[in-house]
């Protein structure tokens, strides 16, 4: 069984900065990743994902705020978000494809007060 954990959630004021981290218990070298948002009353949306191969993508709304990485050596995938803005405000989903499942985090509430 994969288990993520996920870290670096908060309140921050708009035009702030938070790190997302999550942590996967299996090697992710050839796992593709992502991380989603879910505010109140909406689905679930793409936030950015990066591939084995460390190609990147993002929804247009984060773009050049928002960055997405991944360290192989440490099973871990992190999100840097900066110029956070109110509409950032959800609870922040990491997502890891691997051994053909899919798995996801607990959720880590982002709030962004503006």
């Known amino acids: 069984q994969v288990q993520l954990m996920e870290s670096g959630g908060g309140l921050v004021q708009a035009g702030g900065s938070l790190r997302l981290s999550c942590v996967v218990s299996?090697?992710?070298?050839?796992?593709?990743m992502g991380w989603y948002r879910q505010a109140p009353g909406k689905q679930r949306d793409m936030v950015a994902t990066i591939t084995s191969g460390g190609s990147t993508r993002y929804v247009d709304s984060v773009k050049g705020r928002f960055t997405i990485s991944r360290d192989n050596a440490k099973n871990t995938m992190t999100l840097q978000m900066n110029s956070l803005k109110p509409e950032d405000t959800a609870v922040y989903y990491c997502n890891v494809n691997l051994a053909g499942g899919s798995y996801w985090g607990q959720g880590t509430r982002v709030t962004v007060s503006g």
């Open positions: 299996k090697n992710i070298l050839s796992a593709s």
